[in-house]
């Protein structure tokens, strides 16, 4: 079993930063990526940044320039620094992990976290 716990959610005016923590427990050999999502009130969930172990990113072209993906692979940990907010940032944020839960063969299964609300607002 793999758990992911996130932190970091909140109200923030517009022009405002955050920034979101996600670690990852439990029966884990390795995470082959990390990444975030969100969904906002009747939208579809949407890729917002990824990160690979080997420190590959990719980001959403909506958030290019203003957020952040790192991650500590020592400690299972992403995050995303998300600055100069904007109101149509405002989304329930999912953190998911690429976790390797079996070695031969080699497989992955995806993981996902409760998910934290980001308001952007005035």
């Known amino acids: 079993q793999v758990q992911l716990v996130e932190s970091g959610g909140g109200l923030v005016q517009p022009g405002g930063s955050l920034r979101l923590s996600c670690a990852a427990s439990?029966?884990?050999?390795?995470?082959?990526?990390m990444g975030w999502h969100r969904q906002a009130p009747g939208k579809q969930r949407e890729l917002v940044a990824a990160i690979t172990s080997g420190g590959s990113t990719n980001y959403a072209d909506s958030v290019k320039g203003r957020f952040t993906i790192s991650s500590d692979n020592a400690k299972n940990t992403v995050y995303l620094q998300m600055n100069s907010l904007k109101p149509e940032d405002t989304a329930v944020y999912y953190c998911?992990?690429?976790?390797?839960?079996?070695?031969?063969?080699?497989?992955?299964?995806?993981?996902w976290g409760q998910g934290t609300q980001v308001t952007v607002s005035s």
């Open positions: 439990g029966s884990i050999f390795s995470i082959n990526a």
């Open positions: 998911n992990a690429e976790v390797l839960i079996s070695v031969v063969p080699t497989r992955y299964n995806g993981y």
